[in-house]
């Protein structure tokens, strides 16, 4: 019984929670972290229900490709410790607190984690075969977490902090690309990896990084102009993305999360990041 739950929690990939935490973004950018807490939680508790939704559709439809890779073959559908039924069950649980979440926030927030679904959900069924429009795709994913968090707060978000979420999403989208790329197994188990370069991939990863750097500092100037403290920041969060460009080139960069979160310094450089935002906003 205790196994089964295990591979059932498995299933809904909790490791990839943590990018859900960019709902938390904008609140805690705007000051409203502690006025909105109990909304900003439940929010968290949506999205996760909603990429755990679009996580079980594309783990059982790439079941049988998984299987030739050699930790995806591990997943529950693909190694076959789950079946259909199960699959159904979890869906119904997601959709269950997707549904909740709804109601207690604003609609505007149900506009928002829609739009994630049928992004995620074409992605899965359409979108993840057709190169460069797949990356995209995926990054803006991040993007709408990112509104999320303003439609709880009824508040719009900056220009400059979507342009920032956006293209640092390509980068790292764009990077585990790359890593893929390097690894001769992944070009069986995610066929469009065959339609990039190297050369290509190096371009993208080189603009969407000088894009996010430039338009952070923008951010930062424009939301925090007289704050030297928001302002160092700026050397802080370029030193992560430094770090994590450097862990891409000497590492296996398919698993992002698990990558940032290994490395100490890459850790402290991002502590180094909110720290100061918060001090500014909240002090």
């Not at 079980?56 to 079941?63: A, E, F, S, V």
Request: hydrophobic share 50%; glycine share 4%.
């Amino acid at each position: 019984m205790i196994k089964i739950v295990k591979d059932l929690v498995r299933a809904l990939r909790p490791k990839q929670w943590t990018k859900n935490l960019l709902v938390a973004a904008a609140p805690i950018a705007a000051g409203q972290l502690n006025l909105e807490a109990k909304s900003i939680v439940v929010g968290l508790i949506g999205f996760c229900a909603a990429s755990s939704f679009g996580y079980l559709l594309n783990d059982w439809r790439d079941r049988k490709s998984d299987f030739e890779h050699p930790k995806k073959k591990l997943r529950p559908f693909a190694s076959g410790v789950l079946d259909f039924k199960s699959l159904i069950v979890l869906l119904l649980v997601c959709n269950f607190v997707i549904i909740l979440s709804c109601i207690v926030l604003p609609y505007k927030f149900t506009i928002t984690i829609l739009a994630y679904l049928i992004t995620t959900i074409s992605y899965t069924f359409v979108i993840k075969s057709i190169p460069v429009l797949e990356m995209l795709w995926l990054s803006s994913g991040f993007l709408i977490r990112a509104i999320a968090g303003s439609a709880i707060i009824q508040k719009p978000p900056t220009g400059w902090f979507l342009v920032t979420v956006g293209f640092g999403a390509l980068f790292i989208v764009s990077a585990k690309r790359q890593g893929e790329l390097k690894n001769n197994y992944a070009r069986v188990t995610r066929k469009v990896i065959n339609s990039y370069n190297e050369s290509f991939l190096n371009t993208v990863l080189t603009a969407s990084l000088t894009i996010t750097l430039l338009t952070y500092s923008l951010w930062v100037f424009e939301i925090h102009p007289n704050s030297v403290f928001a302002q160092f920041t700026i050397f802080s969060f370029s030193l992560s993305v430094f770090i994590y460009a450097w862990k891409c080139e000497t590492s296996d960069a398919e698993s992002p999360e698990i990558l940032l979160l290994s490395n100490k310094m890459f850790v402290f450089s991002a502590m180094a990041t909110i720290f100061p935002i918060l001090i500014t906003v909240y002090l």
